[in-house]
């Protein structure tokens, strides 16, 4: 007797604790479902490296203000590269669409341009080797701290997410409003309540008609007792003829919704647009020689010191000498602090974890003169290439990485070339020059 108890008392414990594993397993999901939790992810680290290097550069990116209010307006402008060397795995940018990338509706784009032509819908025209203007004005609508990016969605390639910057939109949600005034002059206050009561009138009547005609089948017996009549050969008593005039009924009822609403939208709205489909077409900007040809002659990415190392040859196409200023990839800009022009070249608001704080060393840094064809390395180091999770591309089928480059003449003019090769990883010994200096070189940051 004794025995039985203690096993009914280990059965009665171990299904308690069972169920109290079960029981916080199931409150741990509903708090994880229902309570929001402030996320700071970046989205854009998650694309692969080798669409973010050699895809679109974006670069002279700008935002208006750091801080606005509910339904006050911010601009983010600047350009973009179709990069020439175009990975073979993504698709050509024939159609594009220019968006904006944040958390949900926080923001509301009002306007958007890419070379002054109005981009509300998707836009074809685009080719690789060009370089575009771009506009995105947004509305602030939900009071936050916001991270905003430009994007350009490539069809058969996805969003190609550019440099985003934090926002933070101040006030009260109630605040936004977004009034239009129709062609016809029918005035709206709102856009964003526009019409939802109406859409819930329908939902809600064409949902008590799916209510009722369920509850008509699930009055009577339903699964064994059918399936036993469906064994028996006896269909016929599974529908009776009262089945077939409530059936009648309520297609009649919802024709005649749909007839009678369909007449009265008509007569409320006689003139509608319906959404737009097509494109509009991006005109092809002028060829403009490269102040600068690059050649990689060999790139390699030290591993462990998180440097990305090019031996280059470059050549001067211009009339005037020019310097290396900037090496730019996915967004990060690798700085030459030697030179001052490539320094206050750095826009303020221009987000500062994409500024490498080792800049750019540049193995022969004085002039090139015009027509000369030097060369020279370049030096990319940081930990930003980690922290962006860019070296996964050592693991590609195509290990390539792609960027731009800036050059300055001694006027202070600005120019701009491409540069791409294949890339080889590297694995320097601990004792060695580089990875004795890699902690202090890490943690340097641009101020």
């Given amino acids: ?32 479902a229902f309570v929001p939790l402030p996320v700071a992810a970046h989205g854009e680290r998650a694309t692969e490296p080798y669409i973010r290097t050699r895809t679109v550069h974006w670069y002279d990116v700008t935002w208006s203000s750091g801080s606005i209010a509910a339904n006050d307006e911010i601009t983010v402008a600047g350009k973009f590269r179709l990069f020439s060397d175009w990975p073979d795995a993504a698709s050509l940018p024939d159609l594009v669409f220019l968006s904006n990338g944040s958390p ?101 009547g064409y949902g008590v008609l799916a209510l009722l005609w369920l509850l008509w089948w699930l009055r009577r017996p339903l699964i064994i ?11 016929d008593l599974l529908i009776t003829s009262t089945d077939d005039k409530v059936a009648a009924a309520l297609l009649v009822t919802v024709l005649l919704v749909v007839i009678i609403g369909y007449k009265q939208t008509v007569e409320e709205f006689p003139n509608v647009v319906p959404l737009q489909a097509g494109f509009v077409k991006v005109p092809v900007p002028p060829n403009v020689p490269e102040a600068a040809s690059i050649e990689v002659k060999n790139a390699e990415y030290d591993v462990p010191g998180r440097s990305l190392r090019m031996d280059v040859v470059i050549t001067n196409n211009t009339d005037r000498p020019i310097r290396v200023g900037e090496f730019m990839t996915a967004q990060l800009r690798f700085i030459n ?88 990883p590297v694995f320097t010994q601990l004792g060695s020059k580089v990875s004795t200096k890699a902690p202090e070189i890490l943690n340097a940051r641009v101020d």
């Fill in 104 to 204: 949900g509706a926080v923001l509301t784009r009002v306007e958007s341009y890419i070379s002054g032509i109005p981009a509300r819908q998707s836009a074809r025209g685009l080719k690789t080797g060009k370089d575009y203007t771009f506009k995105l004005v947004m509305k602030g609508r939900v009071p936050g701290k916001w991270h905003l990016h430009p994007v350009l969605n490539v069809h058969g390639a996805g969003a190609i997410v550019g440099p985003g910057a934090w926002v933070e939109v101040t006030g009260k949600q109630s605040d936004y409003k977004e009034p239009l005034t129709t062609m016809t002059g029918v005035k709206i206050d709102d856009l964003q309540t526009y019409g939802v009561a109406r859409a819930q009138m329908w939902h809600f």
């Fill in 337 to 424: 602090k030697d030179l001052p022009a490539a320094v206050e070249s750095i826009d303020p608001s221009f987000p500062k974890d994409l500024l490498a704080g080792a800049g750019l060393k540049v193995g022969s840094d004085s002039p090139i003169a015009p027509g000369e064809s030097r060369s020279t390395t370049l030096d990319a180091t940081d930990a930003a290439w980690e922290v962006e999770r860019l070296v996964s591309f050592l693991s590609n089928v195509d290990s390539r990485v792609g960027g731009l480059v800036f050059f300055y003449n001694d006027q202070g003019e600005r120019h701009m070339s491409e540069i791409s090769g294949a890339v080889v």
């Fill in 1 to 32: 007797m004794r025995r039985l108890v203690n096993r009914w008392l280990v059965c009665l414990f171990t299904a308690s604790g069972l169920f109290t594993a079960s029981s916080l397993l199931t409150a741990s999901g509903l708090v994880a």
């Fill in 225 to 235: 007792p059918r399936w036993l009549v469906t064994q028996k050969g006896r269909e």
